[in-house]
């Protein structure tokens, strides 16, 4: 996840080495923590959330200074003045490290602090609501970006929430996972993701693991291939696509000796979606045509665009047939370099 705040960065633009001409102490902005020239950048941005437990706190300056604990290893990070309890699990975001910084205020010097934009989680900031417990469900989709992974998650009872993790490849979809608590955001944007979550949870992780998923051979079949058809509980009937090249999922079955390798066009509900495998995002369609028993009323389509779980779309691309990428992925038919139109 990338974060734009302008107090970070004149301390950023240094530590990227851009063309720009090396700021001093009093050229930080108001309420930036004084960077003497004896501060030193570490030459690290972190790219990944920071988290640990809270072993130590200091207020100073508008700035909370805390002391992670994580694995044996301690980390001071400074945020924006913010409370945070001793004892308490917290995530900041990525920042830069500073190497010898002496902090005026605490009359002290840290051997290495990390400056980050702002906490993630440990503490309830305005327009925020703590997620006292933690939450279970079906994992409808994921999405990595930015050193996170977003997850679309299905509660037994409930709406469809949506989450953020630190980044975690290897989440299923489809399993039941429980999720620990965290902060929960509002009318939050993803810049790397070019979209705005009505709301979102940040959230440490899965709090154990799931024990449901399958073993085995099962394992390492792919999330699209025939033993991966997605089973979907309500009755689908999606209106027909327009134009010369549109078809149903059943048709495209049908005719794919013939169709293949040319554009065709074709409307349906994202059943499921698996995003940055092979650099692509794979997405599961159907529209209420094609046969369940023989799998022919499933379509996967890959694109770069990665449309919700739910959303009735429209995908055009060129339609491959008996397609076999390796390792388990292999489609009798498949829709590739998809174009897709959410209705």
């Given at each position: 996840?990338?974060?734009h705040?302008?107090?970070?960065?004149?301390?950023?633009?240094?530590?990227?080495?851009?063309?720009?001409t090396?700021?001093c102490?009093?050229d930080?902005?108001?309420?930036?923590?004084?960077?003497?020239?004896?501060?030193?950048?570490?030459?690290?941005q972190?790219?990944?959330p920071?988290?640990?437990?809270?072993?130590e706190?200091?207020?100073?300056?508008?700035?909370?200074?805390?002391?992670?604990?994580?694995?044996?290893?301690?980390?001071?990070?400074a945020?924006?003045?913010?409370?945070?309890k001793?004892?308490?699990?917290?995530?900041?975001?990525?920042?830069?490290?500073?190497?010898?910084?002496?902090?005026?205020?605490?009359?002290?010097?840290?051997?290495?602090i990390?400056?980050?934009?702002?906490?993630?989680?440990?503490?309830?900031?305005?327009?925020?609501?703590?997620?006292?417990?933690?939450?279970?469900?079906r994992?409808?989709?994921?999405?990595?970006?930015?050193g996170?992974?977003?997850?679309?998650?299905?509660?037994?009872?409930?709406e469809?929430r949506?989450?953020a993790?630190?980044?975690n490849?290897?989440?299923?979809?489809?399993?039941e996972i429980?999720?620990?608590?965290?902060?929960?955001?509002?009318?939050?944007?993803?810049?790397?993701?070019?979209?705005?979550?009505?709301?979102?949870?940040?959230?440490?992780?899965?709090?154990?693991?799931?024990?449901?998923?399958?073993?085995?051979?099962?394992?390492?079949?792919?999330?699209?291939?025939?033993?991966?058809v997605v089973?979907?509980?309500?009755?689908?009937?999606?209106?027909?696509?327009?134009?010369?090249?549109?078809?149903?999922?059943?048709?495209?079955?049908?005719?794919?000796?013939?169709?293949s390798r040319?554009?065709?066009?074709i409307?349906?509900?994202?059943?499921?979606v698996?995003?940055?495998?092979?650099?692509?995002?794979?997405?599961?369609?159907?529209?209420?045509?094609?046969d369940?028993r023989?799998g022919?009323?499933?379509?996967v389509?890959?694109?770069?665009?990665?449309?919700?779980v739910?959303?009735?779309?429209?995908?055009?691309g060129?339609?491959?047939?008996?397609?076999?990428?390796?390792?388990?992925?292999?489609?009798?038919?498949?829709?590739?370099?998809?174009?897709?139109?959410?209705?």
């Amino acid at each position: 996840m990338t974060y734009h705040r302008t107090v970070f960065m004149p301390l950023l633009a240094v530590a990227l080495m851009l063309s720009q001409t090396a700021f001093c102490a009093e050229d930080a902005p108001a309420g930036h923590p004084q960077i003497p020239a004896s501060g030193e950048s570490a030459g690290h941005q972190e790219a990944a959330p920071i988290t640990g437990t809270a072993a130590e706190v200091l207020y100073s300056g508008g700035y909370t200074y805390i002391r992670l604990e994580k694995d044996g290893k301690s980390t001071w990070v400074a945020v924006p003045e913010a409370k945070v309890k001793v004892g308490s699990e917290v995530s900041v975001e990525p920042g830069e490290e500073m190497a010898n910084f002496p902090s005026k205020t605490l009359n002290r010097t840290f051997e290495r602090i990390i400056f980050s934009n702002a906490l993630i989680s440990g503490a309830a900031k305005e327009g925020q609501a703590v997620e006292t417990k933690p939450i279970s469900g079906r994992v409808l989709q994921t999405i990595n970006s930015g050193g996170y992974t977003y997850v679309l998650l299905k509660p037994g009872k409930g709406e469809k929430r949506w989450l953020a993790i630190p980044e975690n490849p290897g989440l299923p979809t489809g399993a039941e996972i429980t999720f620990q608590g965290g902060v929960e955001m509002t009318n939050f944007e993803s810049k790397t993701l070019k979209r705005t979550f009505d709301r979102i949870l940040f959230s440490q992780g899965p709090m154990k693991p799931t024990g449901k998923e399958k073993k085995g051979k099962a394992q390492k079949q792919s999330s699209g291939s025939k033993a991966h058809v997605v089973k979907s509980d309500e009755k689908i009937k999606v209106e027909k696509a327009t134009g010369p090249n549109a078809y149903t999922i059943g048709e495209l079955y049908a005719a794919s000796g013939k169709l293949s390798r040319k554009k065709v066009s074709i409307r349906g509900k994202v059943i499921k979606v698996s995003s940055g495998i092979m650099n692509r995002n794979w997405v599961h369609l159907q529209d209420g045509s094609g046969d369940p028993r023989k799998g022919t009323h499933n379509l996967v389509v890959t694109t770069n665009d990665v449309p919700a779980v739910g959303d009735i779309v429209t995908a055009t691309g060129i339609l491959a047939k008996d397609k076999d990428f390796g390792g388990g992925y292999r489609y009798a038919v498949i829709l590739e370099k998809a174009d897709i139109v959410i209705q």
